[in-house]
């Protein structure tokens, strides 16, 4: 079907040439390049647009209370006050509607949840 899809294009063009229509000829040709794009763009669609499953995600890695400290910039033996704190001042400045992400908002709270639970049980 993408030959004569181009075939067509190419006779279109051509015809456009020989009227002297070669403003309109350049823009059939623009047309079908964008054509073309898109539909390669949308042979390399995600599942959302062609209903597929999507690909399985990794499975989610918990933690560790090394991690958490290092996020939050402590020691070992840090306080629940020192986690408060350190939570605080990191999440002041990144979070989302701060400039920060997402993501590095979520590390900074499983850091906290982490070690405050860790220092209560």
Partial sequence: MTIMKLVVWLALTAAL????LWPIAFMVLLAAGGVTAIEAWRGRAGPVETNEAPPASPPARRMS??????????????SAEEVR?????????????????????????????LLLRSLDG
């Fill in 17 to 20: 040439l020989a009227v002297k």
């Fill in 65 to 78: 209370e090394e991690e958490a400290l290092s996020v939050l910039g402590l020691k070992s033996g840090a």
């Fill in 85 to 113: 704190s350190a939570y605080r001042k990191l999440i002041a400045q990144l979070h989302p509607d701060k400039g920060g992400t997402d993501y590095l908002a979520a590390k900074i709270n499983e850091a906290r949840d």
